[in-house]
């Protein structure tokens, strides 16, 4: 089974953040601008904390906050569950299922280094198993085709 840092190799190691100090609002815009469903929180370039949607619907909308009002400090998670790129593509899916999160942050030493969600994760596990499958079949079945 492949590695994290395979993975990442492969994706890029392109994250998002915002500082401690940014409204949910702001955090929105950049997520939409994105295209991701979750930020990255640091403070003084170290990473504190990550806010998804679903810290947003569950700790924004349905407590009446007001996004422009509220900042991310407030609704992040704190303990934000990593990997490195040295784990398993099972130690990450393993950590996602066990956690119920979508969204793990590559730490190399105390820098981030990329994200991976579950998206990433089941794509790559599908991906080398088809190639497991192919490779057992021109094996087994080589010359006689199919």
């Known amino acids: 089974m492949g590695t994290i840092g395979d993975l990442i190799r492969a994706k890029g190691g392109e994250s998002w953040s915002v500082p401690l100090t940014a409204t949910v ?24 904390g990550i806010f998804s949607e679903r810290d947003y619907a569950r700790k924004c ?8 009002d509220t900042l991310v400090a407030e609704l992040m998670t704190k303990s934000v569950v990593c990997v ?6 099972e130690d990450a899916m393993t950590l ?20 991976i969600t579950l998206g990433d994760v089941v794509k790559r596990i599908i991906s ?16 006689y085709g199919s």
């Open 25 to 48: 609002y702001e955090a929105l815009v950049k997520m939409a601008e994105k295209d991701i469903g979750a930020l990255l929180i640091t403070e003084e370039g170290r990473l504190v």
């Open 61 to 68: 909308i349905l407590r009446g906050k007001a996004s422009k």
């Open 84 to 89: 490195t790129p040295r784990d398993t593509l």
């Open 96 to 115: 996602m299922t066990s956690n119920n999160i979508r969204h793990l942050p590559v730490m190399s030493n105390d820098d981030v280094i990329g994200v």
């Open 128 to 143: 080398d198993q088809n190639f497991t499958i192919d490779e057992l079949e021109n094996h087994f079945l080589g010359g």
